[in-house]
Antibody, heavy 121, light 107 residues
């Protein structure tokens, strides 16, 4: 079936970087993009950005621009999100998701299971 | 960024009840509004897209309405598996923003 499977939980120290992976299966990976969303404890969902799985084009939220890089490997149908210069404010569950349509990137019908990233000294 | 405000933030109801949740956008977004169901430890699940279209596989007791700035999600007859958090999301303009969620609890 169509699914996204994310990498496991991470614990990082302030100032470090984290990379979360998202492996797609059950559909043609390059037909859709991948978006990343995070949710800090007690907070709402926050859209972080999007990557085109076919071209690698990216679009990032202004709040984290400069600290985030989204990439993809079409040979393994895997998307990656790297976040640098981590602070405690980055402690959150990180989700990847697939846009429902192949043309637009605004509605998300398949989600990964989430990856907990904890930033702590 | 477009701000999305949901009300109420939490709601207690019983199995069989009809429930309505409201979402308001800080500016007009046409019908570019989605609803998700989110259970603890699980991935969010798309219920309604484009304000009133039911996602494939979602029970027909879920329905959406509204346009412009005001939207509603209605569950016509609550089932035990419906107790969860419901989240709206505007798909009108990037960055795509989400409401804070409405937690639906068992009375």
């Amino acid at each position: 079936q169509v699914q996204l499977v994310q990498s496991g939980a991470e614990v990082k120290k302030p100032g470090a970087s984290v990379r979360v992976s998202c492996k797609a299966s059950g559909y043609a990976f390059t037909k859709n993009g991948i978006i990343w969303v995070r949710q800090a404890r007690g907070q709402g969902l926050e859209w972080m950005g999007w990557i085109s799985a076919s071209t690698g084009d990216t679009k990032y939220a202004q709040k984290i621009q400069g600290r985030v890089t989204m990439t993809r490997d079409t040979s393994t149908s895997t998307a990656y999100m790297e976040l640098r210069s981590l602070t405690s404010d980055d402690t959150a569950v990180y989700y990847c998701a697939r846009p429902k349509n192949t043309v637009t990137d605004d509605t998300f019908d398949i989600w990964g299971q989430g990856t907990m990233v904890t930033v702590s000294a | 960024d477009i701000q999305m405000t949901q009300s109420p933030s939490s709601l207690s109801a019983s199995v069989g009840d009809r429930v309505t949740i409201t979402c308001r956008a800080s500016e007009t977004i046409g019908r570019y509004l989605n609803w998700y169901q989110h259970k603890p430890g699980k991935a969010p699940n798309l219920l309604i897209y484009a304000a009133l279209s039911l996602q494939t596989g979602v029970p027909s007791r879920f329905s959406g309405s509204g346009s412009g700035t005001d939207f509603t999600l209605t569950i016509s007859s609550l089932q035990p598996e419906d107790f969860a958090t419901y989240i709206c999301q505007q798909s009108y303009a990037s960055p795509y923003t989400f409401g804070q969620g409405t937690k639906l609890e068992i009375k």
